[in-house]
Protein backbone atom coordinates (compact mmCIF):
# COMPACT_ATOMS: atom_id res chain seq x y z
CA UNK A 1 0.00 0.00 0.00
CA UNK A 2 2.59 2.51 -1.09
CA UNK A 3 -0.09 5.31 -2.26
CA UNK A 4 1.54 8.79 -2.88
CA UNK A 5 -1.36 10.88 -3.56
CA UNK A 6 0.27 13.13 -6.65
CA UNK A 7 -0.91 13.27 -10.16
CA UNK A 8 2.66 12.58 -11.26
CA UNK A 9 5.31 11.87 -9.83
CA UNK A 10 8.21 10.46 -12.04
CA UNK A 11 8.98 10.21 -15.51
CA UNK A 12 10.62 10.27 -18.74
CA UNK A 13 14.67 9.68 -18.31
CA UNK A 14 15.91 12.59 -18.83
CA UNK A 15 19.69 11.00 -19.78
CA UNK A 16 21.57 10.34 -22.39
CA UNK A 17 21.53 6.64 -23.73
CA UNK A 18 25.00 6.87 -23.72
CA UNK A 19 25.83 7.41 -20.45
CA UNK A 20 27.22 4.76 -18.16
CA UNK A 21 27.25 2.79 -21.68
CA UNK A 22 28.84 0.56 -24.01
CA UNK A 23 26.47 1.03 -27.45
CA UNK A 24 26.41 -2.36 -28.36
CA UNK A 25 24.41 -4.13 -30.55
CA UNK A 26 23.63 -6.95 -27.91
CA UNK A 27 24.77 -6.84 -24.20
CA UNK A 28 27.34 -9.84 -22.70
CA UNK A 29 25.20 -12.27 -21.12
CA UNK A 30 21.58 -11.39 -22.67
CA UNK A 31 20.01 -13.13 -25.33
CA UNK A 32 19.00 -11.26 -28.33
CA UNK A 33 15.35 -12.15 -27.75
CA UNK A 34 15.48 -10.96 -24.43
CA UNK A 35 13.97 -7.29 -23.27
CA UNK A 36 15.60 -6.89 -19.25
CA UNK A 37 16.04 -4.62 -16.75
CA UNK A 38 19.45 -5.89 -14.90
CA UNK A 39 21.04 -4.13 -11.80
CA UNK A 40 23.61 -5.45 -9.71
CA UNK A 41 23.96 -1.84 -8.04
CA UNK A 42 27.83 -2.10 -8.25
CA UNK A 43 28.27 1.98 -7.50
CA UNK A 44 30.45 4.16 -4.95
CA UNK A 45 27.71 7.05 -5.47
CA UNK A 46 23.72 7.84 -6.29
CA UNK A 47 25.33 9.88 -8.98
CA UNK A 48 26.18 6.53 -10.44
CA UNK A 49 22.81 5.44 -9.71
CA UNK A 50 20.76 8.00 -11.18
CA UNK A 51 22.92 8.37 -14.07
CA UNK A 52 21.69 4.39 -15.01
CA UNK A 53 17.88 5.61 -14.87
CA UNK A 54 17.40 5.40 -11.05
CA UNK A 55 15.50 8.45 -9.56
CA UNK A 56 16.01 9.14 -5.29
CA UNK A 57 13.23 10.63 -3.70
CA UNK A 58 13.97 13.93 -2.30
CA UNK A 59 10.31 15.23 -1.71
CA UNK A 60 8.23 14.88 1.44
CA UNK A 61 5.04 13.55 2.17
CA UNK A 62 2.85 10.31 1.94
CA UNK A 63 2.86 7.41 2.47
CA UNK A 64 3.40 7.59 5.88
CA UNK A 65 3.19 11.04 7.74
CA UNK A 66 2.14 13.42 5.73
CA UNK A 67 5.37 15.67 6.76
CA UNK A 68 7.99 12.55 6.40
CA UNK A 69 11.15 13.03 4.66
CA UNK A 70 12.95 11.14 2.01
CA UNK A 71 16.68 11.60 1.77
CA UNK A 72 19.42 10.80 -0.77
CA UNK A 73 21.65 10.13 2.31
CA UNK A 74 19.09 7.32 3.17
CA UNK A 75 20.53 5.37 -0.28
CA UNK A 76 24.45 4.14 -0.03
CA UNK A 77 26.64 0.96 -1.10
CA UNK A 78 28.28 -0.96 0.99
CA UNK A 79 30.36 -3.92 0.35
CA UNK A 80 29.53 -7.78 0.63
CA UNK A 81 30.99 -9.30 3.98
CA UNK A 82 30.85 -12.61 1.92
CA UNK A 83 32.26 -11.67 -1.15
CA UNK A 84 34.35 -8.31 -0.99
CA UNK A 85 33.91 -8.52 -5.03
CA UNK A 86 30.26 -7.37 -4.50
CA UNK A 87 28.18 -4.52 -3.16
CA UNK A 88 24.86 -4.04 -2.21
CA UNK A 89 22.28 -0.44 -2.16
CA UNK A 90 21.45 0.28 0.97
CA UNK A 91 18.03 1.82 2.15
CA UNK A 92 17.96 3.31 5.39
CA UNK A 93 14.87 5.07 7.40
CA UNK A 94 15.15 6.84 10.80
CA UNK A 95 13.22 8.77 13.21
CA UNK A 96 13.06 9.77 16.82
CA UNK A 97 9.16 11.06 16.60
CA UNK A 98 6.90 9.71 19.71
CA UNK A 99 3.73 8.48 18.79
CA UNK A 100 1.70 10.42 21.22
CA UNK A 101 2.87 13.55 19.32
CA UNK A 102 1.31 12.77 15.93
CA UNK A 103 -1.53 14.83 14.85
CA UNK A 104 -3.71 14.53 11.91
CA UNK A 105 -0.85 12.14 10.47
CA UNK A 106 1.73 15.12 10.90
CA UNK A 107 4.37 14.99 13.85
CA UNK A 108 4.60 18.07 16.09
CA UNK A 109 7.66 17.31 17.47
CA UNK A 110 10.69 15.10 16.55
CA UNK A 111 11.75 13.97 12.42
CA UNK A 112 11.43 10.96 9.93
CA UNK A 113 13.64 10.87 7.16
CA UNK A 114 13.10 7.72 4.70
CA UNK A 115 14.17 5.98 1.43
CA UNK A 116 13.24 5.26 -2.21
CA UNK A 117 14.34 4.13 -4.97
CA UNK A 118 12.52 4.06 -8.25
CA UNK A 119 13.36 4.19 -12.32
CA UNK A 120 12.35 7.20 -13.97
CA UNK A 121 10.83 4.87 -16.99
CA UNK A 122 7.29 4.16 -16.56
CA UNK A 123 7.40 0.78 -18.85
CA UNK A 124 6.86 -2.07 -16.62
CA UNK A 125 4.39 -4.48 -16.85
CA UNK A 126 3.99 -7.91 -18.39
CA UNK A 127 7.02 -10.06 -17.43
CA UNK A 128 9.17 -11.43 -14.56
CA UNK A 129 10.38 -8.90 -11.67
CA UNK A 130 12.72 -9.72 -9.24
CA UNK A 131 15.27 -9.00 -6.55
CA UNK A 132 17.17 -10.29 -4.23
CA UNK A 133 16.86 -8.15 -0.43
CA UNK A 134 17.62 -8.35 2.84
CA UNK A 135 14.96 -7.89 5.04
CA UNK A 136 15.46 -6.82 9.09
CA UNK A 137 13.38 -7.65 11.62
CA UNK A 138 14.86 -5.25 14.46
CA UNK A 139 16.12 -1.77 13.85
CA UNK A 140 19.89 -1.21 13.82
CA UNK A 141 19.81 1.42 16.23
CA UNK A 142 17.54 2.17 19.21
CA UNK A 143 14.18 0.54 20.64
CA UNK A 144 12.26 -1.41 18.68
CA UNK A 145 8.45 -1.72 17.58
CA UNK A 146 7.69 0.47 14.78
CA UNK A 147 5.70 -0.34 11.90
CA UNK A 148 8.04 -0.19 9.45
CA UNK A 149 7.65 -1.39 5.76
CA UNK A 150 10.51 -3.05 3.64
CA UNK A 151 9.40 -2.90 -0.12
CA UNK A 152 9.79 -3.97 -3.47
CA UNK A 153 7.17 -2.66 -5.83
CA UNK A 154 5.53 -1.52 -8.87
CA UNK A 155 3.69 2.02 -9.09
CA UNK A 156 1.95 4.05 -11.81
CA UNK A 157 1.18 7.63 -11.67
CA UNK A 158 -2.50 8.55 -10.68
CA UNK A 159 -5.17 10.49 -9.43
CA UNK A 160 -6.83 8.87 -5.98
CA UNK A 161 -9.71 6.81 -6.94
CA UNK A 162 -9.13 6.62 -10.87
CA UNK A 163 -7.82 4.81 -13.77
CA UNK A 164 -5.53 4.53 -15.17
CA UNK A 165 -3.52 2.81 -12.30
CA UNK A 166 -1.84 -0.32 -11.09
CA UNK A 167 0.21 -1.22 -8.03
CA UNK A 168 2.13 -4.41 -6.93
CA UNK A 169 3.78 -4.79 -3.69
CA UNK A 170 6.07 -7.13 -1.94
CA UNK A 171 5.85 -5.30 1.85
CA UNK A 172 7.87 -6.75 4.29
CA UNK A 173 6.24 -6.06 8.26
CA UNK A 174 8.80 -6.74 10.86
CA UNK A 175 6.82 -5.70 13.69
CA UNK A 176 3.50 -6.38 11.97
CA UNK A 177 0.49 -4.28 12.50
CA UNK A 178 -1.80 -2.74 9.61
CA UNK A 179 -5.11 -3.15 11.38
CA UNK A 180 -4.24 -6.95 12.61
CA UNK A 181 -3.35 -6.29 16.16
CA UNK A 182 -0.58 -8.73 16.13
CA UNK A 183 3.64 -7.72 16.04
CA UNK A 184 4.31 -11.01 14.34
CA UNK A 185 6.56 -10.22 11.15
CA UNK A 186 4.66 -10.68 7.96
CA UNK A 187 4.73 -9.92 4.23
CA UNK A 188 2.08 -8.32 2.52
CA UNK A 189 1.64 -9.36 -1.32
CA UNK A 190 -0.85 -7.47 -3.23
CA UNK A 191 -2.13 -6.37 -6.30
CA UNK A 192 -4.40 -2.95 -6.38
CA UNK A 193 -7.15 -2.05 -9.73
CA UNK A 194 -7.32 1.47 -7.97
CA UNK A 195 -6.35 3.66 -5.07
CA UNK A 196 -10.00 3.09 -3.29
CA UNK A 197 -9.78 2.00 0.52
CA UNK A 198 -13.48 1.50 1.16
CA UNK A 199 -14.00 -1.08 -1.70
CA UNK A 200 -12.11 -4.54 -1.20
CA UNK A 201 -13.00 -5.62 -4.53
CA UNK A 202 -10.37 -3.09 -5.71
CA UNK A 203 -7.62 -5.05 -4.50
CA UNK A 204 -6.49 -8.65 -3.81
CA UNK A 205 -4.09 -9.30 -1.05
CA UNK A 206 -2.23 -11.88 0.73
CA UNK A 207 -0.48 -11.51 4.57
CA UNK A 208 1.95 -14.58 4.88
CA UNK A 209 3.04 -14.53 8.87
CA UNK A 210 6.23 -15.52 9.53
CA UNK A 211 10.10 -13.46 10.11
CA UNK A 212 11.87 -13.24 6.81
CA UNK A 213 14.97 -11.75 8.74
CA UNK A 214 17.89 -12.59 6.04
CA UNK A 215 18.38 -12.85 2.57
CA UNK A 216 15.38 -13.47 -0.01
CA UNK A 217 14.38 -13.63 -4.09
CA UNK A 218 11.42 -12.08 -4.45
CA UNK A 219 9.70 -12.73 -7.57
CA UNK A 220 6.31 -11.06 -9.18
CA UNK A 221 5.63 -13.08 -12.62
CA UNK A 222 2.51 -10.90 -14.40
CA UNK A 223 0.27 -11.62 -17.33
CA UNK A 224 -2.79 -9.57 -18.46
CA UNK A 225 -5.17 -10.52 -15.70
CA UNK A 226 -3.28 -12.59 -13.59
CA UNK A 227 -0.17 -11.89 -11.40
CA UNK A 228 1.84 -14.59 -9.08
CA UNK A 229 4.44 -13.63 -6.11
CA UNK A 230 7.22 -16.50 -5.20
CA UNK A 231 9.57 -16.22 -2.70
CA UNK A 232 12.66 -17.89 -2.55
CA UNK A 233 11.46 -20.06 -5.30
CA UNK A 234 8.21 -21.06 -3.52
CA UNK A 235 4.76 -20.05 -4.92
CA UNK A 236 3.24 -18.23 -2.14
CA UNK A 237 -0.39 -16.24 -3.94
CA UNK A 238 -1.82 -14.73 -7.14
CA UNK A 239 -4.96 -12.71 -8.10
CA UNK A 240 -6.42 -12.27 -11.57
CA UNK A 241 -9.37 -10.34 -12.93
CA UNK A 242 -10.07 -6.49 -12.17
CA UNK A 243 -7.02 -6.14 -9.76
CA UNK A 244 -4.82 -7.94 -11.74
CA UNK A 245 -2.23 -4.88 -13.13
CA UNK A 246 -3.37 -2.99 -16.37
CA UNK A 247 -1.23 0.00 -16.95
CA UNK A 248 2.58 -0.10 -17.07
CA UNK A 249 4.54 0.78 -13.92
CA UNK A 250 7.87 2.45 -12.17
CA UNK A 251 9.92 -0.52 -10.49
CA UNK A 252 10.71 0.69 -7.03
CA UNK A 253 11.79 0.26 -3.55
CA UNK A 254 11.31 1.45 -0.64
CA UNK A 255 11.66 1.77 3.76
CA UNK A 256 9.28 4.35 5.59
CA UNK A 257 7.44 4.14 9.04
CA UNK A 258 3.37 4.06 8.71
CA UNK A 259 1.07 5.28 10.75
CA UNK A 260 -2.09 3.41 9.90
CA UNK A 261 -3.74 1.79 12.68
CA UNK A 262 -2.24 -1.36 14.51
CA UNK A 263 -4.90 -2.90 15.63
CA UNK A 264 -8.74 -3.16 14.02
CA UNK A 265 -10.29 -0.78 16.81
CA UNK A 266 -6.89 1.65 16.36
CA UNK A 267 -6.05 1.87 20.14
CA UNK A 268 -2.58 1.91 18.97
CA UNK A 269 -1.01 3.41 15.74
CA UNK A 270 2.18 2.68 13.97
CA UNK A 271 5.14 4.83 15.82
CA UNK A 272 6.14 3.85 19.52
CA UNK A 273 5.48 6.47 21.74
CA UNK A 274 9.12 7.00 22.41
CA UNK A 275 11.62 9.62 21.51
CA UNK A 276 14.93 8.28 20.97
CA UNK A 277 16.41 8.21 17.83
CA UNK A 278 16.02 4.46 15.55
CA UNK A 279 17.08 3.01 12.38
CA UNK A 280 16.27 0.50 9.98
CA UNK A 281 18.20 -0.74 6.70
CA UNK A 282 17.41 -3.19 3.83
CA UNK A 283 19.82 -4.19 0.95
CA UNK A 284 19.29 -4.87 -2.35
CA UNK A 285 21.80 -7.35 -4.08
CA UNK A 286 20.62 -7.36 -7.31
CA UNK A 287 17.22 -6.06 -9.23
CA UNK A 288 16.02 -7.87 -12.70
CA UNK A 289 13.04 -7.82 -15.01
CA UNK A 290 12.46 -9.84 -18.17
CA UNK A 291 9.77 -8.15 -20.10
CA UNK A 292 6.93 -10.27 -21.88
CA UNK A 293 8.21 -13.46 -20.30
CA UNK A 294 7.25 -15.57 -17.40
CA UNK A 295 10.70 -16.61 -16.46
CA UNK A 296 10.10 -19.82 -13.67
CA UNK A 297 10.85 -18.15 -10.40
CA UNK A 298 13.72 -20.59 -10.14
CA UNK A 299 15.57 -20.31 -12.72
CA UNK A 300 16.44 -16.40 -11.63
CA UNK A 301 19.72 -17.18 -9.59
CA UNK A 302 21.15 -18.59 -12.99
CA UNK A 303 20.32 -15.46 -15.33
CA UNK A 304 21.83 -13.50 -12.97
CA UNK A 305 24.95 -15.50 -12.26
CA UNK A 306 25.16 -15.50 -16.46
CA UNK A 307 25.27 -11.97 -16.62
CA UNK A 308 27.74 -11.59 -13.71
CA UNK A 309 30.28 -14.14 -15.11
CA UNK A 310 30.80 -12.21 -18.58
CA UNK A 311 31.22 -8.54 -16.30
CA UNK A 312 27.87 -7.38 -16.97
CA UNK A 313 26.74 -5.07 -13.82
CA UNK A 314 23.79 -3.07 -15.69
CA UNK A 315 21.11 -3.75 -18.82
CA UNK A 316 18.29 -1.67 -19.63
CA UNK A 317 17.42 -2.93 -23.42
CA UNK A 318 13.96 -2.42 -23.15
CA UNK A 319 11.28 -0.74 -26.34
CA UNK A 320 14.43 -0.46 -28.13
CA UNK A 321 17.07 1.23 -25.18
CA UNK A 322 20.47 -0.45 -26.01
CA UNK A 323 21.85 0.74 -22.30
CA UNK A 324 24.58 -1.38 -20.60
CA UNK A 325 27.40 -0.71 -18.72
CA UNK A 326 30.56 -3.34 -17.80
CA UNK A 327 32.86 -3.12 -14.83
CA UNK A 328 36.21 -0.74 -15.62
CA UNK A 329 39.59 -2.99 -15.60
CA UNK A 330 39.55 -2.96 -11.98
CA UNK A 331 36.20 -4.68 -10.47
CA UNK A 332 36.32 -1.78 -7.60
CA UNK A 333 37.26 1.88 -8.17
CA UNK A 334 40.05 3.30 -7.01
CA UNK A 335 40.92 7.02 -5.89
CA UNK A 336 42.30 7.98 -9.66
CA UNK A 337 38.63 6.39 -11.59
CA UNK A 338 35.84 5.50 -10.92
CA UNK A 339 34.15 5.02 -14.32
CA UNK A 340 31.67 2.28 -14.86
CA UNK A 341 32.36 2.24 -18.72
CA UNK A 342 35.33 0.03 -20.56
CA UNK A 343 37.15 3.18 -21.86
CA UNK A 344 40.60 3.57 -24.05
CA UNK A 345 43.06 4.83 -22.53
CA UNK A 346 42.52 8.63 -23.86
CA UNK A 347 42.66 11.95 -21.85
CA UNK A 348 42.06 15.51 -23.23
CA UNK A 349 42.67 18.33 -22.17
CA UNK A 350 39.69 20.34 -20.68
CA UNK A 351 41.89 23.16 -18.77
CA UNK A 352 38.68 25.84 -17.39
CA UNK A 353 36.11 23.77 -18.70
CA UNK A 354 32.88 22.09 -16.79
CA UNK A 355 30.08 20.42 -18.10
CA UNK A 356 26.66 21.44 -17.31
CA UNK A 357 24.37 18.13 -16.81
CA UNK A 358 20.72 18.78 -17.04
CA UNK A 359 21.66 22.31 -14.40
CA UNK A 360 24.11 20.50 -12.60
CA UNK A 361 27.46 21.44 -12.54
CA UNK A 362 30.76 18.93 -12.85
CA UNK A 363 33.98 19.08 -13.81
CA UNK A 364 35.09 18.02 -17.11
CA UNK A 365 37.24 14.61 -16.45
CA UNK A 366 40.63 14.85 -17.75
CA UNK A 367 41.55 10.99 -17.55
CA UNK A 368 38.78 9.72 -19.66
CA UNK A 369 36.95 10.71 -22.59
CA UNK A 370 33.29 9.22 -22.47
CA UNK A 371 31.20 7.85 -19.47
CA UNK A 372 31.47 9.41 -15.66
CA UNK A 373 34.94 8.85 -13.57
CA UNK A 374 36.21 10.36 -10.35
CA UNK A 375 38.78 12.92 -10.20
CA UNK A 376 40.50 14.64 -7.15
CA UNK A 377 37.55 13.44 -4.48
CA UNK A 378 34.51 14.09 -6.82
CA UNK A 379 32.65 12.82 -9.93
CA UNK A 380 33.24 14.05 -13.45
CA UNK A 381 32.11 13.33 -16.78
CA UNK A 382 33.89 12.56 -19.61
CA UNK A 383 33.88 15.34 -22.74
CA UNK A 384 32.77 13.76 -24.97
CA UNK A 385 29.68 12.20 -23.31
CA UNK A 386 28.84 15.81 -21.82
CA UNK A 387 28.42 17.26 -26.05
CA UNK A 388 25.95 14.74 -26.01
CA UNK A 389 23.65 17.17 -24.27
CA UNK A 390 21.99 20.24 -26.51
CA UNK A 391 22.65 24.04 -25.45
CA UNK A 392 22.04 25.50 -22.74
CA UNK A 393 23.52 22.24 -21.52
CA UNK A 394 26.30 20.02 -21.98
CA UNK A 395 30.16 21.98 -22.25
CA UNK A 396 31.12 25.03 -20.35
CA UNK A 397 33.98 27.16 -20.98
CA UNK A 398 37.02 27.30 -23.15
CA UNK A 399 37.45 25.23 -26.47
CA UNK A 400 38.49 21.32 -25.16
CA UNK A 401 41.11 19.34 -27.91
CA UNK A 402 41.44 15.98 -27.40
CA UNK A 403 44.93 13.86 -27.88
CA UNK A 404 42.98 11.10 -28.65
CA UNK A 405 39.44 9.54 -29.01
CA UNK A 406 37.48 6.87 -26.97
CA UNK A 407 37.49 3.23 -28.86
CA UNK A 408 33.70 3.37 -27.58
CA UNK A 409 31.87 5.79 -29.97
CA UNK A 410 28.86 7.19 -28.96
CA UNK A 411 26.21 6.80 -30.18
CA UNK A 412 24.99 10.60 -30.57
CA UNK A 413 27.74 12.77 -29.70
CA UNK A 414 27.85 16.67 -30.53
CA UNK A 415 30.67 19.13 -30.96
CA UNK A 416 29.13 21.45 -29.07
CA UNK A 417 32.17 23.62 -27.90
CA UNK A 418 31.01 26.10 -24.76
CA UNK A 419 27.38 27.43 -23.94
CA UNK A 420 26.21 30.11 -22.06
CA UNK A 421 26.68 29.57 -18.09
CA UNK A 422 23.02 31.06 -17.43
CA UNK A 423 21.04 28.24 -16.73
CA UNK A 424 17.44 28.75 -19.37
CA UNK A 425 15.63 24.82 -20.13
CA UNK A 426 12.99 24.46 -22.82
CA UNK A 427 10.64 22.11 -22.50
CA UNK A 428 8.52 20.55 -25.32
CA UNK A 429 5.03 20.46 -24.08
CA UNK A 430 4.44 17.41 -25.76
CA UNK A 431 7.48 15.55 -23.87
CA UNK A 432 5.63 15.52 -20.80
CA UNK A 433 5.97 11.93 -18.47
CA UNK A 434 2.44 11.71 -17.44
CA UNK A 435 -0.55 13.68 -18.81
CA UNK A 436 -4.58 13.39 -18.06
CA UNK A 437 -6.84 14.42 -20.75
CA UNK A 438 -5.11 16.33 -23.16
CA UNK A 439 -4.19 15.46 -26.82
CA UNK A 440 -1.26 16.19 -29.08
CA UNK A 441 -1.37 17.71 -33.25
CA UNK A 442 1.04 19.04 -35.66
CA UNK A 443 1.89 23.06 -34.77
CA UNK A 444 2.48 25.54 -37.01
CA UNK A 445 4.84 27.17 -34.66
CA UNK A 446 8.05 27.12 -35.62
CA UNK A 447 7.47 24.74 -38.80
CA UNK A 448 7.64 21.68 -36.96
CA UNK A 449 6.77 19.83 -34.33
CA UNK A 450 3.45 19.02 -31.76
CA UNK A 451 2.20 21.01 -29.07
CA UNK A 452 -0.64 19.97 -26.92
CA UNK A 453 -4.25 20.83 -27.27
CA UNK A 454 -7.53 20.04 -26.60
CA UNK A 455 -7.16 21.12 -23.27
CA UNK A 456 -10.31 20.95 -20.93
CA UNK A 457 -10.64 22.07 -17.29
CA UNK A 458 -9.05 19.90 -15.09
CA UNK A 459 -6.43 18.15 -17.38
CA UNK A 460 -3.20 18.34 -16.51
CA UNK A 461 0.34 17.26 -17.81
CA UNK A 462 3.46 16.69 -15.72
CA UNK A 463 7.03 16.98 -16.74
CA UNK A 464 9.62 14.55 -14.28
CA UNK A 465 13.20 15.72 -12.93
CA UNK A 466 13.27 19.06 -13.63
CA UNK A 467 16.07 20.81 -12.02
CA UNK A 468 16.41 24.14 -10.30
CA UNK A 469 20.25 23.96 -9.64
CA UNK A 470 20.10 27.28 -7.30
CA UNK A 471 17.51 29.04 -5.32
CA UNK A 472 15.54 32.27 -6.44
CA UNK A 473 13.58 33.46 -9.27
CA UNK A 474 12.81 31.90 -12.27
CA UNK A 475 11.23 33.41 -15.91
CA UNK A 476 8.68 30.79 -17.00
CA UNK A 477 7.92 31.44 -20.14
CA UNK A 478 4.89 29.61 -21.93
CA UNK A 479 4.16 29.25 -26.01
CA UNK A 480 0.14 29.08 -25.90
CA UNK A 481 -2.72 30.20 -28.53
CA UNK A 482 -6.33 30.44 -27.28
CA UNK A 483 -9.47 31.70 -29.28
CA UNK A 484 -11.14 33.70 -26.84
CA UNK A 485 -8.58 33.59 -23.79
CA UNK A 486 -8.05 31.00 -21.13
CA UNK A 487 -5.47 30.67 -17.47
CA UNK A 488 -2.70 27.87 -17.12
CA UNK A 489 -1.75 26.90 -13.67
CA UNK A 490 2.20 25.85 -12.75
CA UNK A 491 2.78 23.65 -9.90
CA UNK A 492 5.60 21.29 -8.15
CA UNK A 493 5.20 17.69 -6.90
CA UNK A 494 1.62 17.33 -8.20
CA UNK A 495 0.38 20.43 -6.39
CA UNK A 496 2.40 20.53 -3.39
CA UNK A 497 3.98 23.26 -4.32
CA UNK A 498 1.84 25.90 -6.24
CA UNK A 499 3.70 28.53 -8.28
CA UNK A 500 0.65 30.72 -9.80
CA UNK A 501 -1.43 31.15 -12.13
CA UNK A 502 -1.12 33.07 -15.99
CA UNK A 503 -3.93 34.58 -17.95
CA UNK A 504 -3.35 33.64 -21.59
CA UNK A 505 -4.91 36.12 -24.06
CA UNK A 506 -7.36 35.55 -26.77
CA UNK A 507 -5.01 35.26 -29.72
CA UNK A 508 -7.73 34.78 -32.44
CA UNK A 509 -7.20 30.90 -33.52
CA UNK A 510 -5.68 27.87 -32.39
CA UNK A 511 -2.64 28.03 -34.20
CA UNK A 512 -1.98 31.99 -33.71
CA UNK A 513 0.72 31.91 -31.42
CA UNK A 514 1.72 34.17 -28.53
CA UNK A 515 4.41 33.82 -25.52
CA UNK A 516 3.28 34.80 -21.77
CA UNK A 517 5.68 35.10 -19.22
CA UNK A 518 5.83 35.14 -15.08
CA UNK A 519 8.37 34.79 -12.58
CA UNK A 520 8.52 32.45 -9.88
CA UNK A 521 10.81 31.46 -6.56
CA UNK A 522 11.74 28.34 -6.14
CA UNK A 523 13.98 26.34 -3.84
CA UNK A 524 16.66 24.68 -5.45
CA UNK A 525 16.19 21.40 -6.32
CA UNK A 526 14.51 18.44 -8.48
CA UNK A 527 11.10 18.41 -9.31
CA UNK A 528 8.03 17.15 -11.08
CA UNK A 529 6.86 20.23 -12.85
CA UNK A 530 3.03 20.43 -13.75
CA UNK A 531 0.89 22.05 -15.72
CA UNK A 532 -2.84 22.58 -14.89
CA UNK A 533 -5.88 23.70 -16.61
CA UNK A 534 -8.00 25.55 -14.25
CA UNK A 535 -10.33 26.78 -17.69
CA UNK A 536 -10.20 24.97 -21.07
CA UNK A 537 -9.81 26.22 -24.32
CA UNK A 538 -5.78 26.99 -24.86
CA UNK A 539 -3.56 24.97 -26.87
CA UNK A 540 0.77 25.04 -25.50
CA UNK A 541 4.07 24.37 -27.56
CA UNK A 542 6.59 24.97 -25.07
CA UNK A 543 8.02 25.99 -21.84
CA UNK A 544 10.92 27.62 -21.21
CA UNK A 545 12.70 28.39 -17.48
CA UNK A 546 15.33 31.07 -17.25
CA UNK A 547 17.11 31.66 -13.65
CA UNK A 548 17.15 35.15 -13.72
Given at each position: ???????A?????????S??????????????????????????????????????????????????????????????????????????????????????????????????????????????W?????????????????????????????????????E?????????????????????????????????????????QGS???????????????????????????????????Y?????F??????????A?????????????????????????????????????????????????Y??????????S???????????????????S??????????????????I?????????????A??????????????????????????????P??????????????????????????????????????????????????????????????????????????????????L????I?????????????????????????T????????Y?????????????T??
Amino acid sequence: MNFINFKAWQSRCMVAASVLALCLGAQPGVAQTEQILFDDFSYTTTTQLTNNGWRVRTWEGGPGLANGTWSTNNISFVTDPAAPANKFMRLKANTNINGSTIVNNRSTTGSVSQAEVARVEQIYKNGTWAARMYFNDAPSTGPDGDTAIETFFGLTDYIEGAEPYSEIDFEYLPNGGWWTGSATPSMWSGTYRIVDWSDESNHGVTRTQGSLQGWHTLVMQVQDGLISFYIDGAYQTSFSGAVAPDYPMYLMFQLWFSNDCFDAACNTRGYINNSNYREYFEDVDWVYFEKNNQVPATEIPQKIANLRAVGTSYVQNINGNNTSSTPAASSRPNSSSRSSVAVSSSSSTAAGQQCNWWGTIYAICTNISSGWGWQNNADCVGIQTCQTLSPPYGVMGATASSSSRSSTPLSSSRASSSTPTAISRLIQAESYSVMSGVQLDVTSDGGAGQYVGWIDTGDWMSYANINFPSSGTYKVEYRVASLSGSVLSLDLNAGAIQLGQVAIPATGGWQNWTTVTHNVNVTAGTYSLGIYAPQAGWNINWIRITKI
